[in-house]
Each structure stands twice: as structure tokens, then as C-alpha cells.
């Protein structure tokens, strides 16, 4: 009988899906385990961090610190990273199998929940995270195009997408220009025509997710004007009794910095962004043409669950809100992976604590594992991430001992890099996006900016003299 | 975060008891899934819940109590949670009414339980991961390099 793996000889050998925050901190868990661990890192982009690099705002720079951390665990000579390289399309998990020991999932919520309502498919209708990956230099999104010559536009949602959607749009091009927005994305804003933007809540203040700075950073914005409509943001008896109960300082103060923005007078700035309460989205109203033209609103209002969560209920007040753009973040999912058990319930693979579950019998799948958000999600800042992913490395860890891994046919290092070379022959490597990200840095640089981003996979290989 | 977000990672649905069952039958289920309480149903529907509390409060009272059935010991005043709950309210209203398991229900249908275990670990969870977050905030200097 083999030894099983983990030691000096023979190392554990992880294939991990997904060069996100989740990936490299599952990477970093393994590899301070006792056990000699390799782990290879696959992402389908060619540049790692995921939504730190293609999520987080460029007006948030100080969030993307976090890359520091992950530059280090990359450091690790047991670690590598293989960009451009996609599980299920250029990689099968049959080929996994025959070359790791163990297989995590860390591909988080890929998608978005639809709103469900009548017109949403209406052209001037998008999902915020679509705008998002545009502004931030995604390579599959950058071709897209949003009809900023609209005057009025609506967000739905009060999340962080959606705050930061509308903190985007509501910036001067001078408050953009010194961030590492995307070129065309700076471009496009600075012809923007955005006068009037709502963000739209279901339920009241004191259920908002955004936390207080993001709110706080819409009241100081160079060029727009933020209000709130007195009567939303007065907390309702059920919500005040809540708040009362729980000494919760946090969302005291998130009342009182709205009530202070319904205060406010206009102080004649070019934009204004309106912050809605207690409205729920019931269609998109369009012309013609198929173009949205107005959202049509129903006032909700707020009762109380047996655990006494508060959860909005539709009243009989309507209301018709004129807007020609409207995006929507109400919610995002994770993406069924080939060949991988899924949860439709809950939009995650189905899992416990993060060991992959047969469909059928309920049992562990030998083998594979889920971290982040494909595991428990979308929730959490980016460092809920790290308790999370280190559940999921115990799991591997156990199933370890109790010799319940993957025997792959070849557990070489050499063996794996040969296949991605064959498969993926463009692949990049932590020292190829070291380059980019010098390049990347030194065009930043000379523009007074964190970075100029690549936005297309051609111009990073033509970088590298590829 | 709400209860839907400790469901996801929870894989099966959880364990449940008809009320007809015998109480010998119960105790095998919570000593076979290590767990501390079951959930009584009819069809999807849930009855009633059955705890450790129910059951070691029957058996000082009563020796022979291994062989009543579950629907005689069970509570069934049950307080269901709804996927959509957030993790404050839930905790709040576990803390406050003493209750340790809390079946959760879609639409009339058992999608899952929640114990105040699971409830303490996610916001142990929630609040290292914003510790950390800020941490690694903090410790880069302005340029964003590592200090």
C-alpha cells in the first residue's frame, strides 16, 4: 500500500477552481497545513483576484489592498496559477482527476436574480453587475454599451453593487479620471448625460444592507446632490421597535444620516441621486421602440416573521417612476458547474461544509470541494471568505487522514503543467500577470492613477510578446 | 446574511420523526446523526419538534417512557424561521426565547434547521471576516503596498 500523500515525496496534490479571494485563501489554509501540500490555482481570466480586480470600485482602492495578502500566498514556490484556463471547457474534471488528489470550487455567484417582473427583458434594462464588470475592465464585458445619453435611471436594490452603480454614475469624470477605471468605461461617463438617479429599497432604512461609510460617501460627492423622502425614511414601529430592542448603534446612525439627507437642501449641483424606501419594482414600462421609459412602483409595507425578521408585503399605492435606464441587483446566484452536484434551492453546489454532496445518496464526493461563495452564498465582505475557506481545508484535511482522497494516475506537478500546455497553450502564470501588473502600474503612473488596466486578452498577450 | 446563506453549507435537509414513531426509534436518530433535535412531520408539513429537553424531562418522570411515541412528548408550539430571516432577528428571538433548534420553512414546506450553534458560528464567522478585512486594510500604507 501507497503512503498516503501529504508528505515531502509525495505531496498532496489540490487543483483549485477560481483565482478569487476564496481561492487564494484556500490556497493559503493548505498551504500552512502540516502536510505538504501543491496547490495549482485555475482561473478562466487571465488575470487573478476575481472581484477584487473585476468587482470592487475603482473609487474603492483601498479594498483592493487585500491583493497584498494574496500576493504573498502566490509567492509560495508549492503554489502556481494558471490564468485563461477554464474548468469545463479547456480542463474536464476527469482531467483533474487523473492528475490531483483533491479538487475546491471556489467559482462564487456568477449570476444574477432576475426581478421577475413584466419588461425587464426591455432594451435600457441591464443587471447592475453587467455595468460593473464594464467599468472595471472585464475582458467579456467591456464591448458592452449602456444608453448613458439617459437623462433618469433607476437601481434596484440597496446592496453594495447597487451603491456603488450609483455612486459611478453620479461621479464627475475628474473624481473618475484618478481611479483604475476602465479607459473607454472614463470615456463613455464623461459624455454621460445622467442627471437623475434613484436607488430603490424594498424595505426601510433600517433593513438596508449598505453600511454607513458607503452612505456617508454619497453625502459628499463633488457633483451631486443626495435626498431622501422624509416620510421613507422614518422608521416604521415595527422596524423602530427593532432597533430599540437591539442597541444596535450602527443602524441608529444609518437613520439618523438619512433623515439628515431628506433634510437637506438642493445645493444646485448637476446630478441628484434620490435615495427610495419601501418600493418594489412591479414592471418596466416601455415605448415603442421596446426601450424602458418608466418603472412602475407599488409602495410595500413592513410585517413581522415568527423570528421577528422584518420582511416586506405590497400595499395598493402605485406609483410610475419615469427613468430610461434601469439596472437591476437584487440578488446574485452561483453557476452549476459541469459534472458537479447543484443546489437549486439555494443557488450554491450542494455541500456540507464544503465537501461536495452526491445528489442522489446525499453522501461526500471522494475528493471534491466548495469554498465561498458556490458554497454558503453571496454574503459576507471579503474576509468572511477566510474562516470560510479554512471549513472547508479542515474538511480536506480529515478526508485526508482518513485516506478518502482522489488517486490520480498522475500526481506530478510536471504532468499537470504538460496537460494545461496542451489544452491551453496561451495560459498565464503568476510571473506573466507580475508583468502585466508592472505594465498595468507604470502606465497608472504616469497618469496619476493606480493603474491603466488591460481590458483584452489579445493586448495582454501581445504585453508578453506573445 | 439570513438563514438561507447556513442552510447552503448544511447539505441535507434535516432529520425528521413521524409523530407515531416511539421514542426508542427518536433517540436512535438523534445518537445515529449526532444531533440534538428532530423535527416531527406530516408528509412536508412539520407537527411539532422534539428535543433533548423534551425527552430528558419525560424520562425523569417516567422509565417506561421508550416506548411512548413521538407525538406524545413532542412540542408543538414550533416557531418556524422563513429562508429569507436575517441572522440578527434570528439570533435575537432564539436568544430571548431559550429555543436551541429552529426548523426552517419555504412555502409550508421543511427546507431545513437552523441550531443556535450554527447561528454563533456565522456571526464568529461575519465578524472575523470584517475584522480582517479592515486589518488588511489598515496595515498597507497609502500607495496600497504591504507595511
Same mark, same amino acid.
Not at chain 1, 88 to 91: A, Q, R, T, V
Not at chain 1, 116 to 127: C, K, M, R, T, Y
Not at chain 1, 177 to 182: F, H, L, Y
Given at each position: 500500500m501507497t503512503p498516503s500523500p501529504g #508528505? *515531502?515525496?509525495r505531496p498532496l496534490r489540490v487543483a483549485i477552481i477560481g483565482a478569487g479571494p476564496t481561492g487564494f485563501y484556500t490556497a493559503d489554509h493548505l498551504l500552512r497545513s502540516a502536510k505538504v501540500v501543491e496547490v495549482d490555482l485555475f482561473d478562466? =481570466?487571465?488575470? *487573478?483576484?476575481g472581484l477584487v480586480r473585476l468587482?470592487?470600485?475603482?473609487? /474603492?482602492?483601498?479594498?483592493?489592498?487585500?491583493t497584498n495578502v494574496f500576493d504573498k500566498v502566490a509567492a509560495n514556490p508549492r503554489f502556481r496559477f494558471f490564468g485563461g484556463v477554464e474548468f469545463?471547457? $479547456? =480542463?474536464t474534471l476527469a482531467d483533474l482527476k487523473a492528475c490531483y488528489h483533491q479538487v475546491v470550487y471556489? #467559482?462564487?455567484?456568477q449570476t444574477d436574480r432576475r426581478m421577475?417582473? *413584466?419588461?425587464? $427583458?426591455?432594451?435600457?434594462? /441591464?443587471?447592475a453587475t453587467e455595468f460593473v464588470a464594464w467599468y472595471n475592465g472585464h475582458p467579456d464585458y467591456r464591448d458592452c454599451t449602456f444608453d448613458?445619453?439617459?437623462e433618469r435611471v433607476a437601481v434596484v436594490g440597496v446592496g453594495n453593487v447597487a451603491v456603488d452603480v450609483v455612486r459611478i454614475l453620479c461621479r464627475t469624470a475628474e473624481e473618475l479620471? #484618478?481611479? $483604475?477605471?476602465?479607459d473607454y468605461a472614463l470615456e463613455a461617463l464623461r459624455q454621460s448625460r445622467v442627471k437623475e438617479v434613484y436607488l430603490l429599497g424594498r424595505r426601510g432604512p433600517a433593513q438596508a444592507a449598505f453600511t454607513n461609510p458607503e452612505v456617508k460617501e454619497l453625502g459628499e460627492l463633488a457633483d451631486a446632490d443626495v435626498t431622501a423622502r422624509a416620510d421613507e425614511v422614518e422608521l416604521d414601529p415595527l422596524s423602530r421597535a427593532a432597533v430599540e430592542r437591539s442597541q444596535d448603534r450602527a443602524t441608529q446612525k444609518k437613520v439618523e444620516i438619512l433623515k439628515e439627507y431628506a433634510r437637506r437642501q438642493p445645493a444646485g449641483k448637476s446630478r441628484r441621486l434620490t435615495l427610495r424606501f419601501m418600493v418594489s419594482p412591479v414592471e418596466l414600462i416601455g415605448d415603442a421602440a421596446g426601450s424602458v421609459t418608466a418603472i412602475r412602483l407599488v409602495r410595500n409595507e413592513l410585517y413581522a416573521t415568527s423570528t421577528g425578521a422584518l420582511q416586506p408585503r405590497a400595499t395598493e399605492h402605485f406609483e410610475n417612476l419615469p427613468v430610461g435606464l434601469v439596472f437591476r441587483s437584487v440578488g446574485y446566484r452561483g453557476v452549476p458547474l459541469p459534472g458537479v452536484p447543484f443546489n437549486e434551492s439555494w443557488g450554491?453546489?450542494?455541500? $456540507?461544509k464544503g465537501r461536495v454532496l452526491d445528489s442522489d445518496s446525499k453522501q461526500p464526493v471522494v475528493g471534491e470541494y466548495a469554498a465561498g461563495w458556490i458554497k454558503r452564498? *453571496? #454574503?459576507?465582505?471579503?474576509?468572511?471568505?477566510k474562516p470560510d475557506a479554512a471549513e472547508t481545508v479542515e474538511c480536506m484535511l480529515e478526508d485526508l487522514a482518513a485516506g478518502a482522497v482522489l488517486e490520480p494516475a498522475h500526481p506530478q506537478a510536471a504532468a499537470a503543467e504538460a496537460l494545461v500546455r496542451q489544452r491551453q497553450p496561451n495560459f498565464f502564470s503568476y510571473a506573466d500577470w507580475q508583468k502585466l501588473d508592472a505594465i498595468e502600474t507604470a502606465r497608472g503612473c504616469a497618469q496619476n492613477r493606480p493603474r491603466v488596466k488591460f481590458t483584452r486578452i489579445e493586448d495582454m498577450l501581445a504585453a508578453l510578446g506573445r | 446574511m439570513n438563514i438561507a446563506n447556513i442552510l447552503a453549507? &448544511?447539505?441535507?435537509v434535516a432529520v425528521t420523526v413521524r409523530p407515531e414513531q416511539t421514542i426508542r426509534e427518536a433517540l436512535a436518530l438523534l445518537d445515529r446523526h449526532n444531533i440534538g433535535a428532530l423535527i416531527a412531520v406530516e408528509g412536508d408539513h412539520p407537527v411539532g419538534i422534539l428535543s433533548e429537553r423534551d425527552i430528558v424531562r419525560q424520562a425523569a418522570r417516567d422509565e &417506561? @417512557? @421508550?416506548?411512548?411515541?413521538v407525538g406524545e412528548l413532542m412540542t408543538r408550539d414550533v416557531i418556524t424561521g422563513q429562508p429569507h430571516d436575517d441572522l440578527l432577528s434570528v439570533a435575537h428571538t432564539m436568544t430571548e426565547r431559550r429555543i436551541r433548534h429552529l426548523p426552517v420553512v419555504d412555502k409550508g414546506r421543511l427546507v431545513g434547521m437552523v441550531s443556535i450553534g450554527d447561528i454563533v458560528k456565522a456571526q464568529r464567522d461575519h465578524y472575523q471576516g470584517e475584522v480582517d478585512t479592515l486589518q488588511t486594510q489598515l496595515l498597507a500604507d497609502d500607495r496600497g503596498r504591504a507595511r
Open positions: #508528505t *515531502p515525496e478562466r =481570466l487571465p488575470t *487573478p483576484y468587482g470592487v470600485a475603482p473609487d /474603492h482602492q483601498k479594498i483592493k489592498f487585500v469545463g471547457k $479547456d =480542463l471556489c #467559482t462564487g455567484a421577475g417582473i *413584466p419588461g425587464e $427583458d426591455l432594451s435600457g434594462s /441591464h443587471p448613458l445619453t439617459q479620471a #484618478t481611479t $483604475d477605471i476602465a450554491v453546489i450542494l455541500n $456540507d452564498g *453571496p #454574503t459576507g465582505v471579503i474576509g468572511t471568505n | 453549507r &448544511k447539505g441535507s &417506561k @417512557f @421508550f416506548v411512548r411515541v
